[in-house]
């Protein structure tokens, strides 16, 4: 996973829905993996954790984005 350094916002509006939903659920997996080291004293890369959870919190955002954009074009 060490692509998704580099996972901008662009990056991620030119990905299908679905990919970022997969991506997405990897992601949280990822997380829930680093906090648990992290509970139990040791992880092997802290910085990890921020990057993981700004990645999500981008694609959370972009899917909100979008989200919004279909209801105004509904509406």
Request: hydrophobic letters at 35%; aromatic letters at 2%; zero cysteines.
């Amino acid at each position: 996973m060490s692509s998704e350094k580099k996972l901008k916002a662009k990056v991620l509006r030119e990905m299908k829905p679905e990919e970022r939903r997969e991506l997405l659920n990897q992601l949280r997996a990822e997380l829930v993996r680093l906090e648990t080291q992290r509970a139990r004293g040791f992880v092997e890369k802290p910085g990890r954790i921020r990057q993981v959870r700004r990645i999500i919190a981008r694609i959370l955002t972009i899917e909100r984005e979008e989200e919004l954009k279909k209801a105004k074009s509904r509406s």
